[in-house]
């Protein structure tokens, strides 16, 4: 027998579970078959891709969650086109957004260009509109202080107030951090969330500057071109995934959440709770030793010789911490929760996209904090919704929970009609309203948050020195598809590797 030979009955006789069916355990688990590993996916729900949801309303099928991925680093539009999905791939309108919650009840389109709302010239129109005169005034000071030239700052709220005002926080930098991370600017990792930026600051002189050197290569670029989506749903990702594993021999259980995770005998046991059982309840205990994993009871566990988590931080620490040494069984830091709103209108005067494809709220200013016009956004959409509009309107941010989240069926369809109205500035009636369904989601720290970075270097190295086991997602790589599929890949690729080579 070759080394090839052994090498090829090693990869097909090392058994993989994969806990959690989003998006992460999807991918991660793709990447163990490519190999003729044998890999079992274990989801707790009746369902599989996480933050990527569909689901009808008023006789639409629609993306609930997740409606598009970015496209910065090409990873997400490289599994895309591997799983034969390129053909779908679509561009959004555009139109770009509108902030609202400005003085006086104001709503103006969110500035052109940019990096994360921090503005390349104070005094270009469509940004003094929006800071007014005396913010564009304040921000012109950025030119005429110094840049700093001994370290630099973390903060991203800081860092833009100090050199800006509060003008340009609150308005222009604030919703975006709140509507796209769900975080206050403060809280925001300049390094993180921009890279960069410090350093063009220190070149250019100035924070107005750097943005300036940023943003050059983007001319020309059209607002929303950072994003792409699918036509006919994320959803279609989520299925094409699904059937390339099924095909790969992958078996797949939802509705099987898991209870615990013990050491075996020369792998792990995964333990499964059965249905209303509290977790931890009736599990078979660990083979003995010189026990075969085969001879225990399949139905209500699994031997597996490599375990890669993938499911929300909460449930992940509980799992992994009994085994790993340092790695605390509870978050630093909660995730906001996020509800999402999508409403069905018959409401013709939205024919117009009066704000364009969406709008950010300055916080404080509205109980929601982002709407997405996706009849705007997306041609394909509009084309299956014939003349009626799909809006989807967002709740909750850090420390602050959703105004929806105490509120029953229909006061949460009235809540958002209301919000969408003001925010549209368009008058809706509920007679307009033809269906509503909420989605609510446990979001993790965004990865561009001050000392998320240190934190997920030591739980990865924590990871990588305990023997089969590794996690992924959102929690670790940050919210995104771009951020959660190519983490998900290299710790999928990292586990593979010790398991196969020692």
Known sequence: MTDLDGLYRHAHGTRVVVIGGGIGGLVAAREFAKVGMVVTVLEAGDRLGGAIRGGEVA??????????????????????????????????????AW???????????????????????????????????????????????????????????????????SAVLDRLVAPVTTGVYSARPHDIDVDAAAPGLNAALTRAGSLTGAVAELTAARQGKAPGSAVLGLAGGMGRLVAALESELASAGVEIRTGTPVASLERAAGGWLVGAARDGEPEGAGLTPPPAEGVEPSDLDGERSLFADVVLVATEEAAARRLLAPHIEG???????????????????????????????????????????????????????????????????????????????????????ELALAEAAGLLGVPLRRRQLLGARLERFAQSQPASRVGHRDETERTRALLASTPGIGAVGAWLAGTGLAQVVPDAIAEADRVRRAALFG
């Open 99 to 165: 902030v609202a919650g400005l003085p006086g009840g104001r709503a103006e389109p969110l500035p052109k260009g940019g990096v994360l709302g921090i503005p390349a010239n104070p005094f270009a129109e469509d940004v003094r509109r929006v800071i007014g005169w005396g913010g564009a005034w304040r921000a012109y000071l950025d030119r005429l202080r110094p840049p700093l030239t001994i370290g630099h700052e973390h903060s991203l709220g800081r860092l833009v107030e100090s050199r800006l005002g």
């Open 327 to 413: 790695l605390a069984a509870e978050a630093p830091l909660p995730g906001p929760a996020v509800d999402i709103v999508t409403l069905v209108l018959e409401a013709p005067e939205l024919d117009a996209a009066p704000r364009g494809t969406g709008v950010l709220t300055v916080p404080g200013s509205s109980r929601a904090k982002a709407l997405t016009h996706v009849t705007a956004k997306w041609a394909w959409v509009r084309e299956r919704a014939a003349g009626r509009h799909v809006v989807r309107v967002s709740f909750g941010t850090q420390d602050e929970a959703p105004a929806t989240s105490r509120l029953d069926r229909d006061e949460v369809a």
């Open 59 to 96: 006789g639409l099928e629609l993306d609930l969650g997740a409606e598009s991925f970015a496209t910065r680093g090409g990873h997400v539009r490289a599994l895309v086109d591997e799983l034969g999905l390129g053909d779908a791939v679509v561009e959004p309108d555009r139109a770009g």
